[in-house]
Every structure is written in structure tokens, then in C-alpha cells.
């Protein structure tokens, strides 16, 4: 399928990273401490945190994934969006406000508060990087398949290349601008997304004259399934074991968004718990908001654009939308819409890499080997390097993973992060009796098991669409692991706390007012 001008595409998209550069650049001039490198120095209200939210959640996944899964799996394809929806309900009802109160800059500062230091930060800091590492998978396999189809590349050099332009931008803008210029990328990337996806909604809803159900009943007219696309398991219901794929891909979407590092260290960059709640309640605003132009955009792809040709096209079912954005507008609408999705795709890996990156600085560097007395400024020197390194890896990574859907691949995120961290969070906040060993065991736990049924599971190999085709070392018959890992990392939180005899009641004490009432939150960042 060749779609638009290349020419046009390129000019809009290189138009936006200019605009944002010299953004990013404005706002990180002037003293810069290490405060400002990790959580913008806090200088940001809920309303705007609430918008840079949804713009490093609205990734790659949700533009081009659920899009791309709707108008091929129909009613099935809207478990990604129903899943990325409710997990933002865990993530405010249970998590924003005490994780903020609790913290200082990264999720290890909540797991360790009342823990032995260095076991609990060196554990949360891998868990953090292996989260951190597939989800920039998905984001760099998003950028592969969109600039093939803009460019007409389908050659693994080309997208390859591609690949690795998207990882040097995300590190130029971390290395510049740290997490304030970062943030105003996410506020600038989501409005331009809501906007675009909004008017291209608007756009397939008038040509159908307002109604859905004409929507519907076009789409299923013109896909290969019929009217099957309308009702559940198109996708999961073909056997017993695609059907318990199904409950453990819902589980790694409702739970994995409160262990998310990238989300959680957005709830340090507010001044307060109260603009904590707020930005979460505008972020599930705006994500539910868009979530429902996916249905619209995914259906509207599916009988404007064809199924087959979708699936025929480079990049596959990720290139949904900008094939429906070229069907509507034309070349001008297709490289707005493109540069929108190289907008997702940058914000969201910057996100991503400043999470890594001040993760092993703050918790390996200065919490496990400098015993928390590192020079801040070495500190931040340390981020940078490990910035640099994330998105050399992830380049590698997401060469490998080109050609994968997006929200699959995101979806391996959520279930290592609902794996590894949320069972460890949870205890962490609620459970007074929760300790160094229940920790520990739950991070490992969960993180190992998870890694291991990925590795051998469909998705790395044994088919044809695997990440490793040709080889089959797949004994684990399930696409994502969440079903098993994630009770695996809550029951090992618990055997680790129960056959251990340490009981820092009075530190548990103060934890529980502090994440409760903010009382010393304050005095956590400044000291």
C-alpha cells in the first residue's frame, strides 16, 4: 500500500520536533538542580500533570495498536481499551495519593521507606528497567511499522534506521530538557493526539450521518468475519487455552497500569497530594475520551479501508490509522496524523527513558553503592549516561520487535509491572506487617516468572509472527503470563513476610501517616 506524499509526511513530522526542541530547551534553561532532572522541580499543577499523563499513557499502543486490533478482531480489539481504561481506577483509587505522599523521586523510595535500603532499591531498579525496556519495545516497533508505511519502506534496513532516528531524538530531548522539558513534550503531544483523533472520530460519524449503528453494520458487512467482528471471541475464543488468554490479558491490563515506573514517577512532579488526585482524575478524562474514538477509528478503518488491505500493508494492523487518516484527508490529514503518531511515539520513549535512567542513578548508584550520600550532580551525570545507554538498548530492542502489535507489546509491559511492582506497592502501603523479605521475594518473583513465560511462550517463538521465527522453544501456551505471575508475585510477597522475623512497627507507623496525610513529605524532598 503506498500512502500519501513521503515528502510532505517528513516535513510536518521534522516541523514538530523543531517546534518541540526549542520548547524544550526554553524551559530547561536556568539553575538546574537534581530535583528538576527527576520531577520538573514539582512546578506543575494537576491539571497539567493530569494532561502530561495521558500523554505518556496514550502511547504508540493505544494510536496505532487498539486501532489496528479493533478493525481486525472487531469487538475483541476493545479489551485493550476497556483494560488501559479501568487500570487507571486501581491507579487513583489506591495508589496516587499515598505514592506521592510516601516518595521522593522514584517508586523505590516507597518500597524501601520501611525496608532494608539496598536489597529493596537494587530489586525495585531492575524490576523498573525490565518494565521500562518492553514497553520502549512496543514504541520502537510502533516507529518502524508507521515510517514504513509513510515511506513505503519494507525493508528491514530502512525501518531499522528509522528506528534507530526515533531513539537518538528521545535521547537528545531527556539529555536537554530532563523531566520538565519531557513533560511539556507529553502536555503538546496529547493535545495534538485528542485533537486529531477527535476530528478524524467527528469525520467518520458524519459520514455514516451520527448513527453507530450504520458504523457497525458497514464494518461487519465488509469484513472477512461478517457480523462476528460484532460479538466476543473472535480473537480468544477458538479454544480453551486462547480463552484463558483472554483472563490473562485482562488481568495484565486492569492491574499493570499502578505498577507502571513512567506512570508513577508523574505523581512526584505536583506540588501536592490534593493536585495528585486532580491530575489523575483529568488523565482519566482525557484517556476515556480517547479511548472512545478508538471504537469509532477502529471500525471506520475496517470497512473505509479493508481488513486485507490493512493486514497487507507495511507495519500491518499498527498502520489502521494513518491508512484511515489518508482515506479521509488525504496527504495533508495523513502527515498531521503521522506527525501526531512520531509525537506519541517520542513523548512516551522520553518518558520512559527518564524513568530508567533515574531509577539506576538515584536507587543503584546513590542508594545501593554511594549508601545515599552520592554528589547530586554526579548523580544527575550518571542519569545522563544511563539515559544514553536505555535508548542505545532499546534501538537494538526494537529491531527485533518491528513488526509485532503494539498493544500486544505493551500489554507484556503491564503484566511485568502487575507482576513485579503492584504486589510489592500494595503491601508496601496497607500491609504493616509487609518487610525486606516479602519485597524482595515478590519483585524477583514476579519479574522472573514473568521473563520466563514470556521467553518461552508463542511470542518469542514457535509461529510464524514470533519475535524468533524458525526456532521453537515455546512449552508456555499462553501469549501474556499475567494469569500465572501476578497471583505468583502476591503470594510470594506474602511467604517472604511470614517466614521472616523482621517488624519495623514504629517505621510502618510512620509510613502509614505519611502516605495517609502528606505530614514530612516535604521534608522528604528538600533533605
Known amino acids: 500500500m503506498d500512502v500519501g506524499n513521503p515528502f510532505v509526511n517528513i516535513a510536518i513530522f521534522l516541523a514538530f520536533v523543531v517546534v518541540t526542541l526549542v520548547i524544550v530547551v526554553r524551559v530547561a534553561r536556568g539553575p538546574r538542580q537534581a530535583g528538576d532532572f527527576y520531577h520538573g522541580g514539582r512546578s506543575f499543577s494537576g491539571r497539567q500533570n493530569g494532561i502530561a499523563i495521558a500523554g505518556d499513557y496514550l502511547s504508540a499502543a493505544s494510536f496505532l495498536g487498539i486501532a489496528g486490533a479493533v478493525a481486525v478482531y472487531g469487538y475483541d480489539g476493545l479489551l485493550y481499551s476497556i483494560g488501559f481504561l479501568v487500570a487507571w481506577l486501581v491507579a487513583l483509587l489506591l495508589v496516587a495519593e499515598p505514592l506521592r505522599n510516601t516518595g521522593k523521586y522514584t517508586m523505590a523510595d516507597v518500597l524501601s521507606f520501611r525496608m532494608r535500603q539496598r536489597p529493596v532499591r537494587t530489586a525495585a531498579a531492575i524490576s523498573t528497567m525490565a518494565v521500562s525496556f518492553f514497553y520502549l519495545l512496543a514504541q520502537m516497533a510502533g516507529a518502524g511499522g508507521l515510517v514504513a508505511l509513510l515511506l513505503g519502506v519494507d525493508d528491514r534496513l530502512g525501518q531499522s534506521l528509522t528506528i534507530a532516528v526515533v531513539g537518538a531524538l528521545m535521547i537528545v530531548y531527556v539529555l536537554v530538557g530532563g523531566m520538565k522539558g519531557t513533560t511539556w513534550v507529553q502536555i503538546i503531544k496529547a493535545v495534538l493526539l485528542i485533537v486529531g483523533a477527535g476530528a478524524m472520530t467527528v469525520w467518520v460519524l458524519v459520514l455514516n450521518g451520527g448513527n453507530l449503528s450504520t458504523l457497525l453494520a458497514r464494518a461487519a458487512t465488509d469484513h472477512p468475519e461478517g457480523d462476528r467482528i460484532l460479538e466476543p471471541m473472535l480473537q480468544y475464543g477458538a479454544s480453551g487455552t486462547t480463552k484463558l488468554g483472554f483472563i490473562s490479558l485482562a488481568i495484565a491490563l486492569v492491574l499493570g497500569a499502578a505498577g507502571l515506573p513512567h506512570v508513577l514517577m508523574r505523581f512526584y512532579t505536583v506540588p501536592t497530594a490534593r493536585e495528585a488526585r486532580r491530575s489523575v482524575t483529568w488523565a482519566i478524562g482525557l484517556i476515556g475520551a480517547f479511548y472512545l474514538f478508538t471504537l469509532i477509528l477502529g471500525f471506520g478503518a475496517a470497512y473505509l479501508v479493508g481488513t486485507e488491505e490493512i493486514l497487507a500493508a507495511p507495519g500491518g494492523a499498527n498502520s489502521a490509522a494513518p491508512a484511515l487518516a489518508y482515506e479521509l484527508g488525504g496527504v495533508l490529514l495523513l502527515g498531521v496524523i503521522a506527525a501526531v503518531a512520531f509525537a506519541t511515539i517520542l513523548a512516551v520513549v522520553a518518558g520512559l527513558t527518564i524513568t530508567a535512567a533515574a531509577s539506576f542513578a538515584h536507587d543503584v548508584y546513590n542508594g545501593v553503592l554511594k549508601r545515599g550520600q552520592a554528589d547530586p550532580e554526579k548523580e544527575v551525570r550518571v542519569a545522563r549516561v544511563t539515559a544514553v545507554v536505555v535508548g542505545l538498548v532499546s534501538i537494538l530492542g526494537g529491531v527485533l520487535a518491528n513488526g509485532q502489535n503494539v498493544a500486544f507489546l505493551v500489554s507484556l509491559a503491564f503484566a511485568i509491572a502487575a507482576s513485579a511492582n503492584l504486589p510489592s506497592i500494595l503491601y508496601s502501603l496497607y500491609w504493616r506487617r509487609f518487610n525486606t523479605r516479602g519485597s524482595v521475594w515478590s519483585i524477583y518473583g514476579g519479574l522472573g516468572s514473568a521473563l ?76
Open 452 to 527: 520466563v513465560l514470556i521467553v518461552f511462550s508463542p511470542v518469542v517463538t514457535g509461529t510464524e509472527t514470533s519475535m524468533v521465527p524458525g526456532v521453537d522453544l515455546a512449552w508456555f501456551p499462553l501469549s501474556n503470563p499475567a494469569l500465572v505471575s501476578v497471583p505468583l508475585g502476591f503470594f510470594l510477597g506474602w511467604l517472604g513476610t511470614v517466614t521472616s522475623h523482621e517488624d519495623n512497627a514504629l517505621k510502618s507507623a510512620e509510613m502509614e501517616v505519611r502516605s495517609l496525610t502528606g505530614a514530612g513529605a516535604e521534608r522528604a524532598v528538600t533533605h
